[in-house]
């Protein structure tokens, strides 16, 4: 892949940074993340087995849901500053695509 800044740009439907997606830059951030999002599920699925109180079980859910809040919302902000900037630089359809992208996907959190 070339690291051309003008080359990167004729191909914004790709969302490439330098190395890559731009959360590449975050990337272990987001791993550690999920992994801990990974654990808290496992968390809940033993406090069922374990029938473990509801409430107890219900705040436990509230966290996880903030957790992939948080994770959900920092992937979009890395969309926004990369590959939407990336693709508004460009401008045209490709422009337009990456903005409908991003409202479709902001749309999505709000209903979840």
Known sequence: MST?????????SECHHDSGH???DHKEEYLRR???????ARGLQ????????CID???QVSAMTKALEALA???LDEHLSHCVVRAARVGGAE????LAEASAAIARLVRS
């Open 46 to 53: 033993r406090m069922v087995d374990e029938e473990q109180y």
């Open 95 to 98: 422009a337009e695509l990456k």
């Open 73 to 75: 919302l920092a992937m």
């Open 4 to 12: 051309n800044h003008d080359d990167q740009l004729s191909h914004p």
């Open 34 to 40: 999920l992994k801990r999002i990974e654990g808290q």
């Open 22 to 24: 731009g959360y590449l």
């Open 57 to 59: 079980i219900l705040t």
